[in-house]
């Protein structure tokens, strides 16, 4: 006689996989929605890193050093945010392993003033300077604070997301 698990071990697992599911659609949502809103107002991808060395060496080649920067500073802020990840997860692994929360909710706490910052710098800073100032369409006296926040932001949710997958 072949015993089956009781029937709330089969309907929690599948919730929970059903739970995981939802949070990879949202967080591949959330990705897409950072490159396109990145892509419109920085000309620069938030979770691409490719895309950015591309813009990096055209820059370089162009001599519109400061471009050069900022695609670099993008690409370094996105590695950053996975690191933060990665440390908050080893954290709330070693400190609060049963934890009523997880580290999403950690990051969550910390990358949402990020997104609103970005929204505020690019209101207030980025988005309203002359173009062509230096040559390269980007004034470094206005900055271009908010890319650097919102690749940050989706370093840490890609760290997320592989988390979740595996």
């Given at each position: 006689?072949?015993?089956?698990?009781?029937?709330?071990?089969?309907?929690?697992?599948?919730a929970?996989?059903d739970?995981y599911?939802r949070q990879?659609?949202a967080?591949a949502?959330l990705?897409?929605?950072?490159?396109?809103?990145?892509?419109q107002?920085?000309?620069?991808?938030a979770?691409?890193l490719?895309g950015?060395?591309i813009?990096?060496?055209?820059s370089?080649?162009?001599?519109?050093?400061?471009?050069t920067l900022?695609y670099c500073?993008?690409?370094?802020?996105?590695?950053l945010?996975m690191?933060?990840?990665?440390?908050i997860d080893?954290?709330?692994?070693?400190?609060?392993?049963?934890?009523?929360?997880?580290?999403s909710?950690?990051?969550?706490l910390v990358l949402?003033?990020?997104f609103i910052m970005?929204?505020?710098?690019?209101f207030?800073?980025?988005?309203?300077?002359?173009?062509?100032?230096?040559g390269c369409?980007?004034?470094?006296?206005?900055?271009v604070w908010?890319?650097?926040l919102?690749s940050f932001?989706?370093?840490?949710?890609?760290?997320l997301?592989m988390?979740i997958?595996n």
């Open positions: 006689m072949i015993r089956r698990p009781p029937r709330s071990t089969l309907s929690s697992s599948s929970a996989s739970v599911k990879l659609w967080l949502f990705s897409g929605w950072a490159d396109i809103l990145c892509v107002r920085y000309f620069a991808f979770t691409m490719t950015n060395s813009y990096a060496s055209q370089a080649s162009q001599n519109c050093w400061h471009n900022v500073t993008v690409i370094v802020c996105f590695c945010g690191v933060l990840f990665r440390l080893l954290l709330m692994r070693k400190r609060c392993p049963r934890c009523a929360f997880g580290p909710t950690v990051l969550g949402f003033p990020c970005a929204d505020v710098t690019y207030y800073w980025d988005h309203d300077f002359p173009d062509g100032w230096f369409g980007k004034d470094p006296e206005y900055g908010g890319i650097t919102i932001s989706m370093g840490a949710v890609n760290g997301s988390k997958d």
